[in-house]
């Protein structure tokens, strides 16, 4: 069991960004319709998607460092960093960068979605489940554990953080891509009115457990 | 708070905000234009609603704390711009209207949320603090921004210039301080509006807190002093890009128009006087290759008149300048609407081309010399000055009060406030509702806001 969820959670927290409008499908939906261009869409998909990568790689190779050198309080302090984050972004829920605005190049938007994906604490986010991926490398091919191993948990090689970091932002990717073309092809949106619903509480209390989950796992 | 979906009168495309419902209220500000009575100005709320048996009636009333602020202009603390994809804060509320003191420099913020009839003072932001955190004075414009809320100022503290642009944090309502990094030769100030789509903004200019607050000043009229440009910014980085001057004979440049649509580049804004024939302008503008520029596109003439039944103030002119104060742009871009101050005449102009407008009709309300009839109320002062069309464009709010010192020159008899209803049918034609008509005593109602937006509280990020 304990060698193929920490991936599934990887992915599926990309999924979860990707779905997310202000995480960078609704800029790139916006972008092609500003210049009524389908291409527009896909091409602002790109900077995005490499932003976010940036974003949550920093974080990876943070906590991929500090495991490496052993630092022996990293548990506590990420845990603490996440809680801390969590409160933050419940006291402040309409905190957001103010900085860009619709004339934005490749540049532009690989920054802006850097910030956006830093200031949501996206990276922070995968803390607790770098911490339970085994020692060693890249997804292990089937479950051979006996017993689900106590922490500490030891390391997080390189193989196995470009492995966090590609799964995470692919699937980021898939799920943004389909979700910018399909509502600039055919939903529309009015979708906006309706399905935009509002994460950031439970996103800051879910980022609060993450904390709290990582000094067991 | 938080919603747990966003505000329901946030609209992603200036067309589905004119699909939306039909607005049942409005907020208005009334002044009193004489403060040694000791009366208060006031935010007051009138039912539009046809259904309601006080429709057409002032239903709820929140008086400013202090005597002689002067309510003018004002806004929501968030609209549909909250929907833009660099900056999404959608699930704020649209529930705050924050209403300046032109004479005070207050704003006073109001909350309309636990009962709409009934506006709440929630909090005072003083002049001092205004003045101390972004230098200028006269708070005239609001504009709910993507990322904060705009206000556009007359001047300084001193009553000079310049005049200018400054921010509120949308949360707090602090005031964030001045918004121009670099204005360039921009000096005067009034209005302000922006292409969110093209990120520039537009100023125009109208005159320092000294150059108005005495009336209008003929010798600075006919010196060219008021404001004749209009200037273009880059509005991210808050930089002057481009002034556009129409002549010195071209004076007082009032409301700006942008196209609602975010793909379109171009808007309109009217030019109150010229001091060669008293015409009024409204004039274009417009990117093109990359550049923008500027075009007349509408003149109004001056209408010959008895001097017996003129003012002092233009007797000698033999005619009464239309005055236009006031123009309006419906949410689907089509219409656009001309306030004569001076001729009471409310003008309407199919801009489907905007490069060339079709004039299409006019309804005559008050006027200098014509005082032209409600049936409800008979003969009228004042002239059709604010206007506030609704989301779908079908229906023109009207008040007849422009600001205390001009009011006198043109209307030395005093102005009798009055809101009334022009309809537009399916055809475009106007008609005035023979019906609603709300007047006022010893008060003068300005702009209003419409219950979940209007044609120029809105703007959108998405075509």
């Known amino acids: 069991m304990n060698g193929a969820w920490p991936w599934l959670a990887v992915a599926m927290l990309g999924a979860y960004h990707g779905v997310d409008p202000s995480m960078g499908w609704l800029f790139a939906v916006g972008l092609g319709l500003q210049d009524r261009s389908r291409k527009r869409v896909f091409a602002a998909l790109v900077p995005i998607a490499?932003?976010?990568?940036?974003?949550?790689?920093?974080?990876?190779?943070?906590?991929?460092?500090?495991?490496?050198?052993g630092f022996i309080w990293l548990r506590p302090l990420g845990a603490l960093i996440l809680i801390g984050f969590g409160v933050f972004r419940l006291r402040r829920p309409l905190a957001h960068p103010r900085w860009v605005a619709m004339r934005v190049g490749f540049g532009d938007l690989t920054l802006w979605s850097f910030l956006?994906?830093?200031?949501?604490?996206?990276?922070?986010?995968?803390?607790?489940?770098?911490?339970?991926?085994?020692?060693?490398?890249?997804?292990?091919?089937?479950?051979?554990?006996?017993?689900?191993?106590?922490?500490?948990?030891?390391?997080?090689?390189?193989?196995?953080?470009?492995?966090?970091?590609?799964?995470?932002?692919?699937?980021m990717l898939l799920v943004m891509g389909s979700v910018a073309i399909a509502v600039y092809e055919w939903i529309g949106l009015k979708i906006l009115r309706s399905a935009w619903i509002n994460l950031d509480t439970i996103w800051a209390v879910a980022l609060i457990a993450a904390g709290l989950l990582s000094l067991v796992i | 708070m938080a919603l747990w979906k966003p505000d329901p009168s946030f609209y992603p495309?200036?067309?589905?905000?004119?699909?939306?419902?039909?607005?049942?209220?409005?907020?208005?500000?009334?002044?009193?234009?004489?403060?040694?009575?000791?009366?208060?100005?006031?935010?007051?709320?009138?039912?539009?609603?046809?259904?309601?048996?006080?429709?057409g009636k002032i239903v709820g009333r929140a008086e400013a704390p202090n005597v002689g602020d002067e309510l003018h202009h004002f806004g929501w603390n968030a609209c549909s711009a909250a929907l833009c994809p660099y900056a999404p804060h959608p699930h704020v509320e649209r529930r705050y209207l924050l209403v300046p003191g032109l004479r005070s420099s207050r704003i006073y913020i109001f909350d309309t949320k636990p009962d709409p009839r009934s506006p709440k003072l929630i909090k005072t932001i003083e002049a001092a603090e205004i003045a101390a955190r972004s230098g200028y004075s006269r708070p005239h414009t609001i504009h709910c921004g993507p990322d904060a809320i705009y206000v556009s100022a007359l001047g300084a503290a001193d009553g000079g210039g310049p005049g200018g642009v400054f921010l509120l944090d949308h949360d707090s309502f602090d005031v964030l301080g001045r918004w121009e990094v670099d204005r360039g030769p921009q000096y005067l100030g009034y209005d302000f509006w922006w292409h969110l789509g093209y990120d520039?903004?537009?100023?125009?200019?109208?005159?320092?807190?000294?150059?108005?607050?005495?009336?209008?000043?003929?010798?600075?009229?006919?010196?060219?002093?008021?404001?004749?440009?209009?200037?273009?910014?880059?509005?991210?980085?808050?930089?002057?890009?481009?002034?556009?001057?129409?002549?010195?004979?071209?004076?007082?440049?009032?409301?700006?128009?942008?196209?609602h649509d975010p793909t379109k580049a171009y808007g309109f804004v009217c030019v109150t006087v010229s001091t060669k024939d008293l015409s009024s302008s409204i004039w274009m503008w417009y990117r093109e290759g990359g550049d923008w520029n500027i075009r007349k596109v509408i003149e109004i003439p001056a209408e010959p008149a008895d001097p017996a039944l003129l003012p002092p103030a233009i007797k000698g002119f033999k005619a009464v300048p239309p005055l236009v104060t006031e123009i309006a742009l419906s949410t689907d871009d089509r219409y656009l609407y001309a306030a004569c101050f001076g001729t009471g005449d409310l003008r309407q102009y199919d801009v489907t081309d905007p490069f060339n407008p079709k004039f299409k009709g006019a309804v005559r309300l008050g006027g200098i010399v014509s005082?032209?009839?409600?049936?409800?109320?008979?003969?009228?002062?004042?002239?059709?000055?604010?206007?506030?069309?609704?989301?779908?464009?079908?229906?023109?709010?009207?008040?007849?009060?422009?600001?205390?010192?001009?009011?006198?020159?043109?209307?030395?008899?005093?102005?009798?406030?009055?809101?009334?209803?022009?309809?537009?049918?399916?055809?475009?034609?106007?008609?005035?509702?023979?019906?609603?008509?709300?007047?006022?005593?010893?008060?003068?109602?300005?702009?209003?806001?419409?219950e979940g937006g209007d044609s120029s509280s809105d703007s959108y990020c998405y075509p």
């Open chain 2, 200 to 259: 520039v903004a537009i100023t125009s200019e109208w005159g320092t807190p000294n150059m108005v607050e005495n009336g209008p000043d003929l010798d600075l009229l006919t010196q060219g002093k008021y404001g004749h440009q209009l200037h273009l910014w880059d509005l991210r980085r808050r930089r002057h890009l481009k002034a556009f001057d129409f002549g010195p004979d071209q004076q007082i440049v009032l409301e700006l128009r942008p196209a």
């Open chain 2, 371 to 450: 005082h032209a009839p409600h049936p409800k109320a008979g003969a009228l002062n004042g002239g059709t000055q604010m206007l506030e069309i609704s989301r779908d464009g079908r229906r023109i709010y009207v008040t007849n009060s422009l600001y205390g010192p001009w009011d006198k020159a043109f209307y030395p008899e005093g102005v009798r406030g009055w809101i009334t209803l022009v309809n537009v049918g399916a055809d475009g034609a106007m008609t005035l509702d023979p019906d609603f008509f709300a007047p006022f005593s010893g008060e003068r109602p300005h702009q209003m806001r419409l």
């Open chain 1, 50 to 69: 490499i932003g976010h990568l940036l974003s949550v790689a920093a974080v990876v190779a943070l906590i991929a460092a500090a495991m490496g050198r």
């Open chain 1, 116 to 171: 956006m994906a830093t200031a949501h604490g996206a990276g922070l986010m995968l803390f607790p489940i770098l911490m339970a991926i085994p020692a060693g490398g890249a997804p292990p091919p089937m479950p051979h554990h006996h017993m689900p191993m106590p922490p500490p948990a030891g390391h997080l090689g390189p193989l196995a953080a470009a492995a966090v970091i590609a799964v995470h932002t692919s699937a």
């Open chain 2, 13 to 55: 495309s200036p067309r589905m905000a004119a699909e939306g419902p039909r607005e049942k209220l409005a907020y208005v500000v009334v002044f009193n234009p004489d403060p040694s009575n000791g009366r208060h100005d006031a935010l007051c709320v009138l039912d539009t609603d046809p259904q309601s048996s006080s429709y």
